[in-house]
């Protein structure tokens, strides 16, 4: 199986190139129904241990729907799969571009969560017009035994971005990576509150991304942030679909307006440019730019006899 690896901003993307899957020829949300029921072996066995980190997001090209698109694809990490990925989608792009197989300009792809406009500007620049993103609930407070330790309820707002993130504006702990596994922790411990309060996202999803927020060190961006991811890894990028869940909650609380650049910056220092629109029922449409570069194009074995093949399941 051939695959182009690349990162955004630090956050790596796998792109399965190739991959002929009977998948149907519904949409690509359709698709993804049929691939995590039936052909769940195929993320196993490319972003699980010991192929890779579990850092690692996986996007799988699929044919579109939607005659417009360019493609269609379908994200997925050790966790499981994602509506939308923003550094994902960057990485795809820059993929697609290496691969001679689109110029560049703007282009639609079909993903699981809607039709996602894409510019290639560069080699390695894209900017993207992310689904409707808005901010569901304001100053959710949390408590419960999961965070028994803390001495005042944590306070946060409920977004959806693309997925669904938990966003505490003022971080429990500073920003660094020397603080990682601690700030993994209290995403953790938060994300079990989430569940033993019933808090969920408008349909009774999940909330299975934790982000928080403080000043950065420097006047280059406007917020820096950390990002649990479902699988237990934090994100090495701003985070798209995060950085579009913080846009929407500042709009709600009328914090940036429509139009105005919002700089945000990683754990690890890389940045997104952020913009966004009014959406015409409610929330916000929101453009997100960042960079990807190429590291890999590779090819996986299954060797016979792997006792491992199918990847190690946490």
Not at 117 to 133: A, D, I, M, R, Y
């Amino acid at each position: 199986m051939r695959v182009i690896d690349s990162h955004t901003g630090g956050q790596p993307t796998r792109v399965l190139i190739d991959v002929s899957l009977p998948l149907g020829s519904g949409s690509v949300a359709e698709q993804l129904s049929v691939l995590r029921s039936q052909r769940d072996d195929i993320r196993r066995e490319t972003v699980l241990d010991p192929k890779c980190s579990d850092a690692m997001v996986g996007a799988l090209v699929v044919p579109p729907q939607d005659s417009r698109c360019s493609a269609g694809v379908i994200f997925f990490n050790s966790a499981g799969y994602l509506g939308m990925c923003g550094h994902g989608l960057i990485g795809l792009m820059v993929t697609l571009y290496y691969l001679g197989r689109i110029d560049q300009g703007d282009h639609f792809i079909e993903t699981p969560v809607g039709i996602v406009k894409t510019t290639l500007t560069g080699p390695n620049q894209v900017s993207f017009v992310n689904v409707e993103s808005f901010c569901f609930q304001k100053d959710v407070r949390v408590t419960g035994s999961s965070l028994a330790c803390e001495e005042k309820p944590i306070v946060g707002d409920v977004a959806w971005g693309g997925n669904w993130f938990f966003l505490v504006e003022t971080s429990p702990l500073s920003l660094c990576t020397a603080n990682i596994s601690s700030l993994t922790d209290y995403g953790f411990a938060i994300r079990r509150a989430l569940k033993e309060l019933g808090i969920t996202g408008l349909h009774g999803e999940e909330i299975d991304h934790i982000e928080f927020f403080e000043k950065p060190e420097t006047g280059h961006a406007n917020s820096k942030n950390f990002v649990l991811c479902p699988g237990g890894a934090y994100d090495r990028s701003p985070c798209g679909t995060g950085t579009s869940a913080k846009l929407a909650c500042l709009a709600e609380r009328h914090a940036l307006a429509p139009g105005d650049e919002w700089v945000q910056e990683s754990i690890v220092g890389s940045q997104f440019k952020a913009t966004y629109e009014p959406a015409q029922a409610k929330g916000i449409i929101p453009t997100i730019a960042g960079e990807a570069y190429i590291f890999a194009d590779a090819t996986l074995i299954q060797q016979s006899g792997d006792p491992f093949q199918k990847g190690i399941k946490w």
